[in-house]
């Protein structure tokens, strides 16, 4: 599945590509706990309102927080001294001797009324945890995307071309008509895959459900070699 040690922030694939696991739910600003009546609600996307919504949202980031750090520690038997835990200012950062997670509000990027709450495991830092139950019981309900992340943007063209030159892939296959990204869907895999220049996205199409998440996107890798993704996730070092 996932290969270690991490290089830098997410999990390294192949010592040049990193991956991050992540979910998220959306809602009004003004939900927020810390939104009071004589705030005003953003009506644009701006580095003001950004601040603005991780201020107004660094409680409900703190309870979120908070009880991710609880299941971990009573699924994992860490001990406080093996923890390493800060939440401020809107984001939580949660490090443990096998992995490291964060929680963060954001303004939405996509309606200037709505925050975005992020969960993120970031990294692993041994082999075996990417196939302990034990995380995916403390992550399933945070996390539903696979988020590989390349070094460089890739030629979406080529890799369209190979696609539709397979017979298996081409009937899943669909694309922008300027070849700026594409979508798989795999039924037999239960998986979407969204491809831009620069990320590639694994998403279940039935309910989440992380460990089906990484085996079945370890199968897709394994199948999109073929077409040109030098690619592989794994637990080997």
Known sequence: MISVPCIGNGFAIEASFTVILS???????????????????????????????????????????????????GAFGYKRREFDYSCEEGLATIKTPDFDAEV???QSTEDAKKYVLITQLTALHNAEVATNPALHACFNHHCEVL????????QLEDKIDAIEENDTLAESL???PDGSCFELKLPELDLRISVDAWTMR???????????????????????TECGFELRLSTEN
Do not use: W
């Open 147 to 154: 988020v590989v992340h390349f070094p460089k943007a890739i």
């Open 174 to 176: 669909t694309y922008e």
């Open 23 to 73: 979910g998220s739910t959306s809602g009004r600003i003004r939900k927020l706990a810390g939104f009071q009546k004589h705030h005003h609600v953003p009506d644009a996307i701006s580095d003001a309102a950004q601040s603005f919504v991780r201020k107004v949202g660094s409680e409900y980031v703190k309870m979120l927080a908070d009880g991710l750090y609880n299941d971990i520690r």
């Open 202 to 224: 694994f998403q279940l199409l039935t309910l989440r459900n992380l460990s089906k998440l990484l085996e079945h996107s370890q199968r897709a890798f394994d199948i999109l």
């Open 104 to 106: 963060c509000v954001d």
